[in-house]
């Protein structure tokens, strides 16, 4: 038993734990590959294939994919799962009886692994809708967010983090690499109501809505009482750092829609629910410019929304523009 597994066995159930251990034991392998950059197992560059929807594969998509299914496949707690790399969700065979199912991300950014920027593993965890005992079907991947029992993001940084959520808070875990497992650093975390940062690819600007541009200039042209500017741009590329600077310190984080892109890019499934069900436990929340990302009926396993989320303050203000 892992600290971890001991944890969420008290927050959550065995199988659920299980799931965890799985996902502990996969991110380690990632880890280590990612921190040997190139020195291990061939993960730099492109796969010279696309995934499911079009983005260019890296290698370390393809690697993360299947450490992960491994992982997952072997804990024998997940009937099936819903990958970004796959184009349909995958039926576990011999887990039927299995209650959960899993939407993933295995690996969001991977093209930064190549300039060694943050990367990371996203996830949702779902209580199957289709009975056990039988293969698992569409319907349990196309749930709307709130019906999440679980989610969490791997961080492959400086340390490597697991931000975690049973529904009873959100914790954070850091990788001790030695003894291959993770410690909790933090719990029951809450983002600050206001931040300092606002995290968008100001590229697009010309291409965003107007109320979006009313917000960006909001944020480039607010003062403190001391005159100086109150928010500052921070943008890294890669969600799962963005995000998780934003719930540490308080800010927030847009991936709009724009006119080229009218859904945006991220995906609903494995990386708007997920995130916006960690954000909601810490005390921020998610939408796509309109609606609580949790309340959308996915219809397609791998839909985009446009997402907005982070601290309160600056989301009021920015859904005030919309
Ligand atoms: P852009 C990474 O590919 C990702 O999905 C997110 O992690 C990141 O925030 C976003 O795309 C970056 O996209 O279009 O700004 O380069």
């Not at 909001?218 to 403190?224: G, L, P």
Request: glycine share 10%; charged share 20%.
């Amino acid at each position: 038993m892992t600290e971890l597994n001991e944890f969420l066995a008290s927050e959550s159930n065995a199988a659920i734990a299980s799931i965890f251990k799985a996902i502990e034991q996969a991110s380690f392998i990632v880890s280590k590959e990612v921190s040997y950059q190139g020195l291990g197992a061939d993960i730099l560059g492109a796969q010279g294939s696309e995934n499911s929807t079009g983005d260019q594969q890296q290698k370390l998509d393809v690697f993360a994919d299947h450490v992960f299914e491994r992982a997952l496949r072997n804990c024998g707690s997940v009937a099936g799962w819903a990958s970004e790399e796959a184009d349909e969700f995958v039926a576990f065979e011999g887990c039927e009886n299995a209650e959960y199912v899993i939407a993933i991300d295995p690996l969001d950014g991977s093209s930064n692994i190549d300039v060694n920027v943050s990367i990371g593993t996203i996830f949702g965890i779902y209580k199957r809708l289709s009975p056990t005992g039988t293969t698992v079907q569409l319907q349990d991947f196309l749930q709307p967010g709130r019906n999440q029992v679980a989610a969490g993001y791997v961080l492959y940084s400086v340390s490597t983090q697991m931000v975690l959520s049973t529904g009873n808070g959100l914790h954070i875990f850091t990788l001790e690499p030695y003894k291959k497992q993770f410690h909790r650093v933090a719990d029951h975390v809450k983002v600050p109501a206001d931040g300092k940062c606002y995290s968008i690819n100001e590229v697009n600007f010309d291409d965003f809505a107007p109320a979006l541009k009313d917000f960006v200039q909001y944020c480039r042209d607010k003062k403190q009482e001391n005159g100086k500017r109150k928010y500052t741009g921070r943008y890294i590329g890669s969600l799962c750092a963005d995000f998780h600077r934003n719930l540490i310190k308080g800010g927030i984080y847009i991936y709009p829609a724009t006119g080229e892109a009218p859904n945006g890019k991220l995906r609903l499934v494995y990386e708007g629910n997920p995130m916006t069900y960690l954000m909601a436990q810490a005390g921020g929340y998610g939408t796509d410019g309109v609606q609580d990302i949790l309340e959308i009926v996915p219809t397609q396993l791998h839909q985009k929304c446009p997402l907005y989320i982070g601290s309160p303050v600056m989301m009021n203000e920015a859904m005030k523009q919309a």
